[in-house]
Every structure is written in structure tokens, then in C-alpha cells.
């Protein structure tokens, strides 16, 4: 996202009002920019304080009426109003077949023989959804315009549970699945899908909170840390590549979601197991796969800071002794918080004298607790 200055700046760029969109959707880059198309579009004074979503949809209808009004001049036709809006329909529905195929193996393109069959070139359906920038050339086939629209409208399509099952938990035994068996040589097996394409899923979760509730995106969150406990433990990985998807979906959505104070419990129980895993033999320097939630990941979550100097409090004791190497620990992600904001995050510190855990220490650091 955007900084809150660089948000400014972008919406009087664009000419959006300060208010204009949903708190937690300002600052993301391409919902201004599609923000502003869409608002061009329409006549002044009209209400409403949309989401990502709501403007990704609005974008969506908008550039399918706009390749309906091509597809039917190149036709002679001069359709309105009402049969406009069928043609419109028309094309969205073939927008979202597109999504659907993109879902299928491959790195989310749609080739030439699947796009012609879904936008034929002799009625003028290609040609109107390149013009209007709804896919684009891509290699030997076609892809979305914009890579984050077209992630969202397929994982509008996609089937989270099985994608979770089949990138996450059968490779692990505590959902029933199996650990993944070595390739042996002369037999076929399946391409793991690459890790580019987890923006629809990231997406598909997402949507996921918004149409059945947090409480239906926190179950699959919990799922995940405890799939990134079992994929990989003191010993190493049992499974590196299904452990990068656990972390990473959930560190995705995580952000990805406008407020995250609904997945507080989820925080916790992730600031925990980063804190129980630091405490390892291996010491702070090996989080394994909870080395992917360093402090930027605490910093940029969408939440009050009261929310988050408790969470950092409760990772602090997973920091070690100050590094050598520049990397940041989390009592340097306090010190910036304090330093943006002394007035407020001060008192929220004060909170901290009453945590009695002694913090971790080195293999050359003295035999004593640091408290």
C-alpha cells in the first residue's frame, strides 16, 4: 500500500475525494487508479463509499459495456439501453470463463486456441476486449490487464478448501494427508503450481471473510499455522515447498484483509509460535518457516496501535541478543512506532513492566536471564 502521504497525493492526483472510498481501501494503488476511471464515467454527486471489491466490480461492468458498444458497432448494430446491458452481461460472463480457464494448469494464461473459442475474432469479441484493455498479448497467449483484477476474478471462481488441501494440508498428517513421496525416475508426475499464482488464492481468501464472515477466514488461518507447525519442525522441513505456501497465504491475507481486528486471536496465536520456535535449540536465528513474519509484516497490518505494540510486546522475547547484521528485530519495530508517535504509543509501553518474561539470550551471553 501506499503511504498516507503518497495516498494524498494520488487521490488529488486523481481527483478523488478524501472520503471517497471504504477506510482500510485508500491507499492501495489500483483501486485509485481504477477508482478515478470509474468515476469519470459516471455523472457527479454519486453516493456511496466503495471497497477493492466494489470497485474492481465497477471497473469490471464498466469496461464490458464498453467492449459491448464495440462488438455491436462492428456488427452494424446500434443497441441501447436495455440491450446493451444484455450484450454487457454477455461479455462479462465470457470475462469470467476466461478467469475460470486461467484457474487450469499453466502460469494463469489463457492460449490462443482458448481465447479465440471464448472471444471469437469474426464478430469482433477479441478485438473489443483488447482494445479495452481487458487481457492483453502475453507470450503465446493471453493474459489479464491488470494482474490483481484478474486475480480477483478468479478467485471469485476458485475452490478454497481443495486449493488449501492440495498446496497445504495433505502434505502434512495432521489433516490426513500424506507425506509427499520422492520422484522416482520413468514415472509421471504432477508440476506443483508455481508460486506466482498465489494471487487468486490469496484473493479467494479474502473473499472468503467478506461472503461468510471473519470468522469463517480465521478457521482457515488456524489451519495454516498449525500446517506450518507440522511441515516444519526443530528437525528442518518435512515439506518446504507446501510450508512456503502455509506462510505465505497466511501472511498474505493477513494484509490483504482492510481490518484485522477481527483475526486478533489469529495474531496472538501466530506471535506465540514465533516466540515458542525462537526458544528452540536452534535459537532466534532459525524461525524456519516463521522467519517469514518478520517485523515489516507486524508494521503494516491494519490495526489500532494499541493492537499492535501488544502484539510486538508478546514477540519481543523472540528477538535474542541486538544483531550485527543489520537486520531489524522487534523492539527496533517499538523504537520506530515511539519515535512516529511518543504521545501515543508511550503509554502503551508503560504496559510492558508488568510482562515477567525473560527475554532469550545467545550461546556467548552470560548464564543469567535478561529480564
Do not use: N
Request: proline content about 9%; some cysteine.
Amino acid at each position: 500500500d501506499l503511504t498516507p502521504e503518497q495516498a494524498e497525493s494520488a487521490k488529488e492526483a486523481y481527483g478523488i475525494p478524501a472520503t471517497a472510498l471504504a477506510p482500510g481501501h485508500d491507499r492501495h494503488p489500483l483501486t485509485l487508479r481504477l477508482l478515478a476511471e470509474v468515476r469519470a464515467a459516471l455523472p457527479p454527486g454519486v453516493p456511496g463509499r466503495p471497497d477493492t471489491e466494489d470497485v474492481f466490480g465497477a471497473h469490471l461492468d464498466l469496461l464490458c459495456v464498453r467492449a459491448a458498444v464495440r462488438i455491436a458497432a462492428a456488427a452494424d448494430e446500434q443497441p441501447r439501453g436495455a440491450a446493451v446491458r444484455r450484450l454487457a452481461a454477455r461479455v462479462a460472463g465470457q470475462v469470467h470463463e476466461a478467469a475460470r480457464r486461467c484457474l487450469g494448469p499453466g502460469q494463469g494464461e489463457l492460449d490462443r486456441a482458448a481465447f479465440e473459442e471464448i472471444f471469437p475474432w469474426r464478430t469482433g469479441w477479441a478485438s473489443a476486449v483488447l482494445t479495452e484493455g481487458l487481457l492483453v498479448p502475453a507470450g503465446a497467449g493471453y493474459r489479464f490487464a491488470h494482474e490483481e483484477l484478474g486475480d480477483w476474478v478468479q478467485g471469485a471462481h476458485l475452490d478454497l478448501d481443495a486449493a488449501l488441501r492440495s498446496l497445504v494440508h495433505r502434505w502434512h498428517r495432521g489433516s490426513g494427508g500424506t507425506v509427499r513421496p520422492p520422484s522416482t525416475e520413468g514415472e509421471p508426475r504432477s508440476l506443483p503450481v508455481p508460486r506466482h499464482r498465489i494471487g487468486p488464492v490469496i484473493q479467494a481468501m479474502v473473499l472468503l471473510g467478506r461472503r461468510q464472515g471473519t470468522a469463517a477466514l480465521a478457521h482457515r488461518m488456524a489451519d495454516l499455522i498449525e500446517a506450518l507447525d507440522r511441515l516444519w519442525t526443530d528437525e528442518g522441513p518435512r515439506d518446504e515447498d507446501a510450508a512456503w505456501w502455509a506462510a505465505h497465504l497466511l501472511g498474505g491475507s493477513l494484509l490483504r484483509v482492510p481490518d484485522a481486528r477481527p483475526y486478533l486471536g489469529v495474531l496472538r496465536v501466530l506471535a506465540g509460535r514465533i516466540t515458542r520456535r525462537s526458544a528452540a535449540p536452534e535459537g532466534p536465528g532459525d524461525l524456519g518457516a516463521y522467519g517469514e513474519f518478520g517485523p515489516w509484516f507486524w508494521r503494516r497490518l491494519r490495526l489500532p496501535e494499541e493492537d499492535r505494540i501488544d502484539l510486538l510486546r508478546r514477540l519481543v522475547p523472540a528477538d535474542g541478543l541486538p544483531r550485527t547484521d543489520g537486520d531489524e528485530r522487534y523492539l527496533d519495530a517499538v523504537a520506530r512506532r515511539l519515535a512516529l508517535d511518543a504521545p501515543a504509543v508511550q503509554p502503551l509501553l508503560c504496559r510492558w513492566f508488568t510482562d515477567e518474561r525473560p527475554l532469550l539470550v545467545g550461546p556467548d551471553a552470560p548464564d543469567v536471564p535478561l529480564r
